[in-house]
Each structure stands twice: as C-alpha cells, then as structure tokens.
C-alpha cells in the first residue's frame, strides 16, 4: 500500500485514492497561499513557525527536554524562526515559538538544544 502525505503538513492522507490533503483546514492553506503568491516572504516564515512548533511541540512532551540539534536540523527545523524570547536569571536567552521554548548549549562538542515549555513565571 503506498501512503500518500499532504503537501501542507506531511500527515498521511486517508481516505478517496484522489485525495491531496489531509484536512479541510490543509485544503484552505493551499487556496491561500495560491492566492498570496505577492506575499511569498510573510507565507514563507509562517509556515517555517508552524514547522518548528510542531517538531518542538513532539519532542517536548515532558515540558523539559534535551535533544541534539542535528535532530530537530533533520526534521526541518530552523533556529532562525522564533516568535520571542526570554532571558532567565542567569541571562541565558530562550528563542520561542509561541509557547515552545529552546535554548541552544554545547555539551562535550555536541550541539544540543534545551527545550521547554512557556510557564507563567515568564511573563
């Protein structure tokens, strides 16, 4: 059997063997962007956000987690989309994407990135 993935969010399509999208709401994306075509830049950035969200939002389960850069990078990942960004204490700088949080740190010549999750204490 040969799975089919949206071209919006690389969900595997269900259903009729002509179905292109995985949704309703994926079917709009594309109308939208089709129809945006002078707003390539904005389109191209908010689909990077809604990218990194995701592969922050399935690894970051716990509310804590550690996880090698190269990962999150092979995923599609990009650091240079965030949203905000909070500095701790220690004036370590978080980078967001809406309430998913990283922090990037070198551990014994690895690349890794903390992430967490936005806690009230933030604000």
């Given at each position: 059997?040969?799975?089919?993935?949206c071209?919006?969010?690389?969900?595997?399509?269900?259903?009729?063997?002509?179905?292109?999208?995985?949704?309703?709401?994926?079917?709009?994306?594309?109308?939208?962007?089709?129809?945006?075509e002078?707003?390539?830049?904005?389109?191209?950035?908010?689909?990077?956000?809604?990218?990194?969200?995701?592969?922050?939002?399935?690894?970051?389960?716990?509310?804590f987690?550690?996880?090698?850069?190269?990962?999150?990078?092979?995923?599609?990942?990009?650091?240079?989309?965030?949203?905000?960004?909070?500095?701790?204490?220690?004036?370590?700088?978080?980078?967001?994407?809406?309430?998913?949080?990283?922090?990037?740190?070198?551990?014994?010549?690895?690349?890794?990135?903390?992430?967490?999750?936005?806690?009230?204490?933030?604000?």
């Amino acid at each position: 059997m040969n799975t089919k993935k949206c071209p919006i969010c690389s969900s595997v399509v269900k259903g009729r063997t002509d179905k292109i999208f995985c949704s309703t709401k994926c079917k709009s994306i594309d109308q939208y962007e089709k129809r945006q075509e002078t707003e390539v830049f904005y389109l191209r950035v908010e689909r990077q956000l809604r990218t990194n969200r995701k592969i922050l939002k399935r690894h970051n389960k716990s509310g804590f987690t550690t996880l090698r850069k190269s990962k999150l990078i092979a995923e599609g990942f990009d650091p240079k989309f965030f949203t905000h960004y909070w500095k701790n204490h220690k004036g370590e700088v978080y980078l967001f994407v809406y309430e998913y949080g990283f922090l990037k740190k070198s551990e014994k010549g690895k690349e890794k990135y903390i992430l967490v999750t936005w806690q009230d204490y933030m604000n």
